[in-house]
């Protein structure tokens, strides 16, 4: 769905559909030609980067593999609980693998600092970080996210794979939400 087929729903749109769609294949572009030659093994987190991967990895022109892992960080809420835990793990082994996580977006970076101690304990070839969406306070950690989608303000977004209350991830435009939506 489009943000115009519930604009009620909405206070404002970021960025369009349109839009999401040309920033991914220019950063799929980048990533064809830093791991060209390579066996790049993509590790989606889920849920909110089902999109990302999706639509990423298509717009690729080299080969890729691709798995799973769910972490929770927030709960049904906006604001982060600090806790990390494993959902679901990986399905193989990437000793020796070149790694590179797709995440939604990347807010205090706390969800991805511990991914990449976790993932960086199983000894990959390489682990890089591709966020589709990234917030200021991400400065503020010293994770070094090699692709970023969009910068954007510190505002909660949802659509395109992101959620509130489990809701609005298939909306493909990426836009706030307004403050009765919060209420109910
Ligand atoms: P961090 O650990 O970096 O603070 O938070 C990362 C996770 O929090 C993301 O993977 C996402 O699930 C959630 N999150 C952070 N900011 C937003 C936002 O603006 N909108 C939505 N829907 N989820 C967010
Ligand atoms: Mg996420
Ligand atoms: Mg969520």
Redesign the pocket.
């Known amino acids: 769905m489009r943000a115009s087929d519930i604009p009620e729903d909405f206070d404002h749109v970021l960025y369009t559909e349109e839009q999401v769609a040309s920033r991914i294949r220019e950063v799929a572009a980048q990533i064809d030609a830093d791991y060209a030659g390579r066996d790049l093994l993509m590790v989606g ?1 889920l849920n ?1 980067a089902v999109m990302t991967m999706a639509d990423l990895c298509r717009a690729m022109k080299s080969h890729m593999s691709m798995d799973w892992m769910a972490v929770s ?2 709960g049904a809420g ?1 604001k ?1 609980s600090g806790v990390v835990r494993i959902l679901k793990d990986l399905t193989k082994d990437i000793e020796g693998r070149d790694i590179l996580i797709v ?10 600092s511990y991914l990449v101690q976790n993932l960086r304990s199983r000894n990959p070839k390489s682990i890089e970080i591709m966020a589709m969406f990234r ?1 200021p306070e ?1 400065v503020t950690c010293p994770l070094d996210v090699k692709y970023v989608g969009f910068d954007i303000p510190n ?4 659509g395109y794979g ?3 209350a489990d809701k609005y991830r298939n909306l493909t435009d990426v836009a706030t939400l307004a403050p009765h939506v919060y209420a109910s």
């Open positions: 987190v909110g960080s927030y906006t982060s995440e939604d977006i990347v807010d205090t970076g706390l969800t991805l917030k991400a505002e909660f977004v949802v992101l959620d509130y």
